[in-house]
């Protein structure tokens, strides 16, 4: 009967501690805004701009779709990630998403996440589930 218990325990505290630890960022995120800001505080915005999936074994798809300052982009593409720590990593085709970013928020149902276009400009992307 003890060891049964213990047993119980056991597996209770690794199954905590193991979905304790998954990434938040898993799941289909709809992208609520995607932002471009200056150097000189300019900024640009789309709103509600499709979806981000990132599935558990570390691929996922884009299926956006926006206009930035009249340029109509769709990103329908799949791509690779990482996390760690507060840094995500997307590869894959060249696009605004392809490259490092900081996770600002972390959250179950919200996610901002920032990066630079290495020169004057910072993009945020609000995700939300």
Not at 61 to 69: A, E
Request: with cysteine; glycine share 6%; charged share 25%.
């Amino acid at each position: 009967m003890k060891s049964a218990i213990l047993n119980f325990v056991l597996l209770t505290f690794f199954l905590a501690v193991f979905t304790s630890c998954s990434p938040h960022i898993v799941g289909v995120w709809k992208v609520e805004n995607f932002e471009t800001v200056s150097q000189g505080g300019e900024s640009i915005s789309a709103k509600n701009i499709g979806t981000i999936t990132f599935q558990k074994d570390g691929t996922g798809v884009k299926d956006l779709s926006f206009t930035i300052l009249g340029v109509m982009k769709e990103d329908k593409t799949p791509f690779k990630w990482s996390l760690k720590d507060n840094l995500l990593t997307i590869n894959g085709q060249e696009s605004d998403f392809v490259k490092a970013w900081i996770v600002v928020e972390n959250k179950k149902k919200y996610q901002m996440i920032k990066s630079t276009d290495g020169a004057d400009q910072v993009q945020i992307i609000e995700l939300r589930k």
